[in-house]
Nanobody
Framework: QVQLVESGGGVVQAGGSLRLSCAAS????????MYWYRQAPGKQRELVAG???????NYADSVKGRFTISRDNAKNTFNLQMNSLKPEDTAVYFC????????????????WGQGTQVTVSS
């Protein structure tokens, strides 16, 4: 079993910054892609950023130039640096990862964290 635990959420004023972290633990041989999603009240969950195993990143248009996703493969962690935050960034942020649990199989599974609240006040 694999667990993802987010940290770093909180309350910040508009224009401020936060750094979210996600730590993966458990039965992990390797982690392929890693993602950050968010879900605002009354809205569908949306993809914010993703990073592949070869560290190619992509971003939602709404966060390009403000958010940066990164990963540390040695520690099985990945981060989301959020700058120039706006009230519309307020949401619960979820990390997820595509994990290959064993070297004996190429199968991978997607796991999710429990979410961390980010609130940006105007």
């Amino acid at each position: 079993q694999v667990q993802l635990v987010e940290s770093g959420g909180g309350v910040v004023q508009a224009g401020g910054s936060l750094r979210l972290s996600c730590a993966a633990s458990g039965s992990i041989f390797s982690i392929n892609a890693m993602y950050w999603y968010r879900q605002a009240p009354g809205k569908q969950r949306e993809l914010v950023a993703g990073i592949t195993g070869s560290e190619i990143s992509n971003y939602a248009d709404s966060v390009k130039g403000r958010f940066t996703i990164s990963r540390d493969n040695a520690k099985n962690t990945f981060n989301l640096q959020m700058n120039s935050l706006k009230p519309e960034d307020t949401a619960v942020y979820f990390c997820c990862a595509d994990v290959r649990p064993s070297s004996s199989s190429y199968r991978q599974f997607r796991y999710w964290g429990q979410g961390t609240q980010v609130t940006v006040s105007s």
